[in-house]
């Protein structure tokens, strides 16, 4: 679990944690990344928590995230 890892690690409010989680949470689910100790886990999290500087958004954080990391969301055929 990177994201809660990195997060202990900072000093963030209770919104932002909770924006930071929402964010992680569903790159994940888009990624369908299920195994937490993957690798790409652990990029996705502290790419999240680097944009999410004045960020409210939960889904718009996640895109930032996904735009810094070349990654789009996969499409369903």
């Known amino acids: 679990m990177a994201i809660y890892r990195l997060i202990a690690k900072g000093s963030f409010d209770p919104e932002q944690i909770k924006l930071i989680s929402a964010s992680y949470e569903a790159a994940l689910a888009d990624l369908k990344l299920n195994d937490r100790r993957d690798p790409l886990t652990e990029l996705i999290a502290s790419t999240i ?11 718009k954080l996640k895109e930032r995230a996904f735009k810094v990391l070349g990654l789009s969301k996969p499409t369903l055929p």
């Open 49 to 59: 928590i680097e944009v999410s500087k004045g960020e409210h958004d939960p889904v």
